[in-house]
């Protein structure tokens, strides 16, 4: 079976006992804080195992991409060597959502494996959780082990918390594991005579596939609970299971690996057996392009902090890894393509973005290329120079932040020295220079904030706001620092719940509503409106006047001014994001938005700025739509009809299996259709006018966009107008003349920088040559030292190079006071430094008198000092530091100073 045999028949299989097939999602958690990547097919799931959301099905099974490349779940530094380990994987999984549990997962599992897969029962052994002082035995999975398979009681394993126990954090859904391992070889291989058991790891024995059994909740307090709705999460590696099927030696021998490998290979023109002598980079190399082609298809750039430097590391690694085969210039953008070729047919958005993943790889690579043999010439001098096989964190720091290094990066290079890195000196170095990315919410917090709200026990909120900006409701409950009270007084400040509500909660990038609550004995500011769990609405303000009690009916009023500016600056997102999609290119995907009253802000993936040409273009399809007046169609209607109709759906959002789509229709034509949940006007004439503010880096491979549409194009216009009227008054013209009287000035200050230039060239050539006539000779050699009037060292040098090339062999001493210190410049003409004097010595000891340092090579060196009152009297010194040099005059045969 090939790689796409395989998903297919296990999506089938769990489809034909009644799972739905639920598309994988995103490398890019959808809203979890916890998470930088998709580590595991739960994490999709992640609110339904707690009870915060609910789907229509009970049962579901995944193919899901993954990545393990930071936190406990880390294989970067596995990947190569070991013949399993992956930083990009896929996994297989089913799921039940309090429905099924233990009997019919480990029912499923064997059938699936030994009846459909045809795996060898004999060579199949299954672990259970064997207890520890918090949790019992789980005894029940090793009695179904024996009813289910026919294993006797000692052919399953019992193993500990660690390798046989799951619990999401510190608080929160917990519970054992069964594991699943597969015999490869028939006989231990550290010992052949002894008959060992997946404890071992010898490499016998291989993990299939993992049932993971939800049945306890871990409380804040310490206490276990059981879950009143015990679940199932099961997943199984598809390139470990590939191999077994596939009867091959290691993963990279499916065929998921081997054409990359074999394109490397023919790039390279190696033989076979060269090939199986490199073997681990050549892994690393396979691996690491499928990891870059799917981190940058869903949204990630190469960059330096949170998931863009995890990126970055990646690609960094698989160019060294690179150089290490054999490769002196760019190539991964050719294991990429194959890479694409392979995975496309299930995950066709690679295909789709196909060109621009290739021009983020090509750039990244070139990037580093720049640095790449600087950095290792300098690890190589830093290497030689250790007194023990420890590299300083401050070294690897250099190595970083000069030459872009990852540390993972330093560290794979020194141990094939056998030098360990000093990283917790890296990491003092790292916090020293505020390069490190710090942030994240810990499982347990979310979880205990997320279950503050959960356990109030309120049914949804039934949301009204797109029909309606006012609604009669009643208070269901009133939130006071956190805790629930029954009645509050003016001025203190509340989150309220309503049975149902017009306000719009922050969400999407919309931000959340503001208004009113009218009440039978006060009113009630709503400041802002939050979502802290899925269904659940909060409106967070303070009581404005009288007080609110719980069970009062209100009249919740949207400030609908504020709202419909809202919408206007939504829909214009949409139309913009369209615009950029045409003018740009597909890879032009929306990042990340604000959309606020007064403006909005457009993320968007984009190598490099746009020209005034773009801009302008993206300006006016936008406004052309405005003006067409199109109509602005949302309608509710399930996820994947909605992805067959052509609506974009973003990487980084979570949806649901019934969506809201957003269609701005042209007639028969649609212009654009997107998954929104926000608030729209119905007409796209409503926006008014549109215009862009700004455009902007935010980070590599990231652009930003603001603009203004409605009142807030309006006001900004004025003040455009207003701004040119004050201009032309302040230059004496009327507006239409503005743009000719400032090319005119431009043109004067033009020809008054070259008068000035021509004035300096003038002055410094009088300069010069009264230099030339200050020349002392000292031991027989030419000798200028003297102070000038120059605004920089550059012209210093210029001045310096000019004194060399005329004198033809001297020695040259020049200072300037520049900011307010004292600058040096030292420069010995070839002849001179052969003889042993040497510039950097004699700056550094003339820079000494004037209060600081300097250094530099023989022949040119710079320094300077805080004291410029004492120049003329360090210049003066410049003679007898070269009779007696030793730090100054000639060098003995030794390097030693005469």
């Keep these: 079976m090939d790689s796409h045999q395989v998903r297919r028949s296990f999506t089938d299989f769990f489809a034909r006992h009644g799972h739905t097939v639920v598309p994988g999602s995103s490398l890019v958690p959808a809203q979890d804080p916890t998470l930088l990547f998709t580590n595991a097919g739960m994490n999709q799931f992640k609110d339904v195992f707690l009870g915060l959301e609910k789907r229509p099905y009970s049962r579901a099974t995944t193919v899901q991409r993954c990545l393990r490349v930071s936190g406990k779940h880390n294989d970067l530094e596995e990947v190569g060597p070991s013949p399993r380990h992956h930083t990009f994987f896929e996994m297989l999984g089913n799921f039940s959502f309090g429905d099924y549990f233990k009997a019919e997962a480990i029912a499923m599992a064997w059938e699936l494996l030994t009846r459909d897969y045809g795996l060898p029962p004999q060579r ?55 594991e699943i391992h597969y015999d490869l070889a028939g006989y231990c291989r550290r010992d052949p005579q002894v008959d060992c058991d997946p404890s071992c790891d010898c490499g016998r024995w291989i993990e299939l596939w993992n049932l993971v059994f939800m049945q306890f909740e871990i409380r804040a307090d310490g206490s276990v609970v059981p879950l009143p709705r015990p679940s199932v999460d099961t997943g199984a590696g598809l390139e470990r299971l590939l191999a077994v099927l596939q009867d091959v030696p290691s993963n990279y021998d499916t ?181 490190i990315s710090r942030g994240g919410t810990a499982g347990g917090e979310v979880w205990g904030e997320a279950g503050r709200y959960r356990d109030l026990g309120l049914a949804p909120t039934t949301f009204t706001g797109y029909e309606t900006t006012s609604d009669e409701s009643r208070l269901l409950a009133l939130l006071s620092q956190g805790e629930r009270v029954r009645r509050a007084s003016a001025g203190e400040r509340l989150e309220v719940i ?32 939050r979502r802290p769990i899925p269904d659940l609405v909060v409106h967070i303000g303070q009581v404005a006047e009288g007080y609110l009690e719980e069970g009062d009916a209100v009249r919740a009023e949207v400030d609908a001014g504020r709202r419909a500016d ?142 203004v549409t409605g009142r807030g194009a309006v006001a900004w216009a004025r003040q455009q107008v207003r701004r040119l009227q004050e201009l032309a008054a302040l230059l004496g013209v009327p507006p239409e003349r503005l743009e000719e009287r400032l090319h005119n000035l431009l043109e004067e200050g033009r020809e008054r920088e070259q008068q000035r230039i021509a004035l300096q060239r003038k002055l ?16 027989g050699v030419q000798v200028v030292a003297a102070q000038m009037d120059l605004p920089d060292v550059a012209r210093l040098r210029e001045v310096g190079d000019f004194l060399r090339e005329r004198l033809g062999s001297a020695v040259i001493v020049l200072a300037a006071v520049i900011e307010g210190q004292a600058r040096l410049v030292a420069m010995v003409t070839p002849d001179l430094v052969a003889r042993g004097y040497h510039a950097g010595s004699l700056v550094r000891r003339v820079a000494e008198l004037v209060g600081g340092t300097g250094g530099g090579r023989p022949e040119m060196a710079q320094g300077g000092g805080r004291f410029p009152e004492r120049l003329e009297e360090a210049l003066a010194q410049v003679p007898s530091l070269l009779r007696s040099g030793p730090s100054a005059g000639p060098r003995g045969p030794e390097g030693g100073k005469r």
Excluded at 165 to 170: C, I, K
Excluded at 764 to 779: F, I, K, P, S
Aim: charged share 25%; with cysteine.
């Design 124 to 178: 199949l052994r299954p672990t259970v959780f064997g207890g520890d002082e918090q949790f019992a035995p789980d005894e029940e999975a090793a009695r179904l082990w024996q009813e289910v398979a026919g294993f006797p009681p000692e052919k399953i394993l019992r193993l500990g918390r660690k390798d046989n126990f799951w619990q999401m954090a510190d608080v929160g859904p917990c519970g054992p594991c069964s």
């Design 764 to 779: 410094a050539q009088m300069q010069l040559e009264r230099l030339l006539g200050q020349v002392r000779v000292v031991d």
């Design 498 to 529: 309503l049975e149902r509500t017009p306000f719009y909660a922050e969400a999407g990038g919309q931000v959340g509503d503001t208004g009113m609550l009218h009440g039978p004995h006060g009113r009630f500011l709503v400041e802002d409106t």
């Design 255 to 435: 065929d998921l690996f081997r054409p990359i490998i074999r394109r490397l290979q023919e790039m390279l023109g190696h033989s076979d057996a060269e090939l199986e002598r490199r073997i681990a980079p050549y892994r690393a190399v396979a691996d690491h392009s499928r990891a870059v082609v799917n981190m940058i298809a869903d949204g990630v750039l190469p960059g330096n902090l949170g998931r863009n430097s995890i990126l970055r590391r990646i690609l960094r690694r698989a160019v060294y890894q690179g150089r290490l085969l054999g490769f002196s210039g760019p190539f991964l953008g050719e294991p990429a393509r194959v890479a694409i070729s392979i995975l496309a047919p299930a995950y066709p958005h690679l295909a789709e973005k196909e060109d621009f993943i290739l021009e983020v790889i090509a750039d990244e690579e070139e990037r580093f290329g720049r640095t790449l043999e600087a950095g290792l010439n300098r690890l190589e001098a830093l290497l030689e120079s250790l007194p023990e096989p420890l590299l300083p964190g401050e070294a690897a720091f250099e190595l970083y932040a000069t030459y872009g290094y990852p540390l993972d990066l330093t560290r794979l290079i020194t141990r094939q020295r056998g030098v360990e890195v000093d990283e917790a000196a890296f990491q003092e170095a790292v916090s020293r220079h505020q390069e």
């Design 566 to 707: 809202i919408a206007r600056n939504h829909t214009a997102t949409h139309l913009l994001h369209r615009a950029l999609r045409r003018v740009l290119g597909e890879h032009a995907a929306q990042s990340g938005s604000l959309v606020a009253p007064d403006y909005l802000r457009f993320d968007f993936s984009h190598l490099r700025a746009m020209t005034p040409e773009e801009l302008e273009e993206v300006e006016r399809q936008v406004n052309a739509a405005i003006r067409e007046n199109f109509p602005v169609c949302p309608r509710l209607l399930p996820k994947d009809e909605a992805l067959r109709q052509g609506a974009v759906a973003l990487f980084g959002e979570k949806y649901g299996e019934t969506v809201r789509m957003v269609s701005i229709e042209d007639g028969e034509a649609v212009f654009s259709r997107e998954l929104c949940g926000g608030t729209h006007v119905r007409r796209t004439g409503e926006i008014g006018a549109f215009f862009i503010v700004s455009e902007s880096s935010i980070g590599a491979g990231l652009r930003r966009i603001e603009a």
